[in-house]
């Protein structure tokens, strides 16, 4: 981290510290300088938190009994749930973005007399304004994930092409060029994984990214009053099918792009095989795509728009603290995640799991890693939607691509169909 940055981070954290007095009214408040037992819950890798933990603890050890336990991701919401209904559970829990509607009655929200709302957004990307609500912060954003693609050197050599695609509105001609088939239409390289779900890794957040670049926000939360606008606003109806068909196209053996189908293995183990050109993934696969194939030629790339955009827009998984209702000491808790978004532990955090940082400030100077040079733009642009219930919504998005691909439905009636089942689960 440069001197500049240091000197910003550094005048930032003093700042949003003086709203600390106003917030230890709330409950409680320890006159020791020490923080104390606190204890935090999340489904992120023990050893990558543990380590920013003890990093915390070496520069600083008032924080030297702050504890973290990973809980398995399928079980944290009944197990999260269970414990606060005995009175019990952490001070603070990592929350991610898709968890949010689930779990934000569960939550102390940070008063903006404490963290001004100013602050939140100069500081943070502004996919954690999803975290915003008029009570107050549901928490501060830690972790972002962007999804970028992924794209396989060696196919692109063999075939000539010199660029990867970087936008939508020539991708159907890289993909008529990049595809090879036999005879009899079987797949032997694919220029994309698109248009089935259920062997499509991300396929959720692809087909999310695709609608969201169209300037349909998915759900729009004003106040108390959320509403469901997949199918998009009366303005933007057309791009939203447009978006939605782009994507399913690619499945129909008719057409030249043809590049899927469902009775291909899943598209990460497609191109871990070195059969896929263009992988969507997350920048957390990049490890695990090196380890599963040390030998694959591949590199990584935005992820492309459409030309005309304003804005570049990708999908961007987040993880935030937030303090929860179980916490003995709010004051002591808010400490914690103070000196865990400060610059410090967000340069050690993205060292140790190579993700980019979420602050605005660090993402202001440009990476020499080549990987984390994308990583750091795609963060910028990385959006998501308030998602109502997660399992819920991926069975949603999975029955309106399956019922285009397969003729049951047109895409106006698919979306809408969608849309209406996923405004069914706000009013439960």
């Given at each position: ?16 510290m ?9 409950r409680?408040?320890?006159?020791d ?14 050893r ?15 924080f ?18 269970e ?17 949010i ?11 903006y ?10 500081y ?5 304004e ?13 972790v ?46 694919s ?20 609608i ?10 004003t ?8 199918s998009?606003?009366?303005?933007q ?50 490890g695990e ?14 992820i ?11 999908f ?5 603290l ?21 610059g ?20 202001s ?45 047109k895409?106006?009636?698919?979306i ?12 439960k």
């Amino acid at each position: 981290m440069s001197q500049f940055q240091i000197i910003l981070t550094a005048i930032f954290g003093v700042f949003i510290m003086v709203g600390v007095v106003m917030f230890a009214g709330m409950r409680g408040g320890n006159v020791d300088d020490n923080v104390g037992d606190i204890l935090i819950w999340g489904t992120i890798e023990k050893r990558d938190v543990r380590e920013v933990l003890q990093d915390l603890s070496n520069r600083d050890d008032r924080f030297s009994k702050v504890k973290y336990e990973e809980k398995d991701e399928l079980e944290f919401d009944s197990i999260f749930t269970e414990a606060l209904a005995e009175g019990e559970g952490p001070d603070i829990f990592l929350l991610p973005q898709s968890k949010i509607y689930k779990h934000q009655n569960k939550i102390v929200a940070i008063p903006y007399e404490t963290f001004s709302l100013r602050d939140f957004k100069d500081y943070f990307i502004e996919e954690g304004e999803l975290y915003l609500t008029d009570d107050g912060i549901l928490a501060l954003p830690f972790v972002i994930d962007p999804l970028v693609m992924y794209w396989n050197r060696t196919i692109f050599s063999r075939l000539g092409l010199v660029e990867v695609p970087r936008y939508w509105d020539n991708f159907f001609t890289f993909a008529t060029n990049m595809t090879e088939r036999d005879e009899y239409l079987n797949i032997l390289t694919s220029a994309v994984a698109f248009g089935e779900y259920g062997n499509i890794k991300n396929a959720k957040e692809i087909i999310s990214t695709l609608i969201m670049q169209t300037g349909n926000p998915i759900i729009t939360r004003t106040g108390d009053i959320i509403k469901v606008v997949l199918s998009g606003f009366d303005d933007q109806s057309t791009a939203t099918e447009s978006a939605v068909r782009f994507y399913s196209e690619f499945s129909n053996p008719v057409k030249e792009i043809y590049s899927w189908n469902k009775s291909m293995p899943n598209s990460q183990n497609v191109f871990l095989a070195g059969d896929l050109a263009l992988y969507f993934g997350f920048a957390s696969e990049l490890g695990e795509l090196q380890e599963k194939n040390p030998n694959l030629n591949f590199d990584v790339a935005l992820i492309p728009q459409t030309i005309g955009l304003k804005n570049n827009i990708n999908f961007g998984k987040m993880y935030g603290l937030a303090i929860s209702k179980s916490a003995e000491n709010i004051k002591n808790s808010y400490d914690v995640m103070i000196a865990l978004i400060k610059g410090e532990s967000l340069t050690y955090l993205n060292e140790i799991t190579k993700l980019p940082p979420v602050s605005r400030i660090l993402l202001s100077q440009e990476p020499r890693d080549p990987y984390q040079n994308i990583f750091y733009k795609a963060a910028v642009s990385s959006k998501a939607f308030l998602d109502l219930d997660e399992e819920a919504t991926d069975l949603i998005y999975q029955d309106m691509i399956e019922s285009i691909v397969s003729g049951r439905r047109k895409i106006s009636e698919a979306i809408d169909r969608a849309g209406a089942e996923m405004t069914t689960l706000i009013k439960k």
